[in-house]
């Protein structure tokens, strides 16, 4: 395919293939570039014209096919016309009919973007403590004032559950913010990830929490294997104990796998 233009870059190519493509596209050896969603989110290869063929993909946890949320659909079409390497660009979007109006608002920013932060907050404040970027409640509470998150709770208080009273009472969100940071570093220290000391608000990172942050592993599943794994576990065991953390809770086995 290569020697006719085109390219293809997907999981099931080895590194080395990978990163060629990749090379070959930027440098502009061919025009046309099939990829998986992937190579949206975790690849820099801007193009002149990106085309969503299909918009939904199949959700483990929910168990059907959903639409793709709009992070995912803003950030593929960011791929077009990106600045310094071209003036403008094109989005296509193959969807269904009954889509059609959704994509249209979304295009036409009559949608708003929501944060999805607080699903995974405890891991991001785990990341900075490592890093020495936060080590009291105090900067965490202003490390939160720089997120999208905390500009979508002001001006959209009532998707993040926050009553009318308190944004009143509260025009920053102080209260709110310490008790995101109290929350999240209470679970990381009951998780074993972090030394909190509750009199003078300081944290630390342990050696779980280094670990945590540096293989990109959720606080839940560094509790169970901290809690779990023993030398002297077997081929099984670990099976089990790795099948019971939040990374392999989804993992589709193939039918030829099973045996």
Known sequence: MLPNGIGVHHAGLSRNDRDLVEQLFADRHFNILVSTATLAWGVNLPAHTVIIKGTQVYSPEEGRWIELSLQDVMQMLGRAGRPRFDTEGEGLILTGYEEVRYYLNLLNMQIALESQMLKSLPDHLNAEVVQGAVSSIRDAVNW????????????????????????????????????????????????????????????????????????????????????????????????????????????????????
């Open 144 to 259: 939160l004032s720089y997120t999208y998150l905390y500009i979508r709770m002001l001006r959209n208080p009532k998707h993040y559950a926050i009553p009318s009273d308190e944004i009143e009472e509260d025009k920053e969100l102080l209260k709110r913010r310490v008790n995101l940071a109290h929350t999240a570093f209470t679970m990381l220290e009951r998780n074993g990830l972090i030394n909190y000391d509750r009199r003078n608000g300081s944290v630390s990172p342990n050696f779980l929490g280094k670990i945590a942050s540096y293989y990109y592993k959720k606080n839940a599943s560094m509790s169970i294997y901290n809690t779990n794994l023993k030398s002297n576990a077997g081929l099984i065991e670990l099976l089990r104990i790795f099948a019971m953390s939040i990374e392999f809770k989804f993992l589709v086995v193939r039918e030829e796998e099973k045996n």
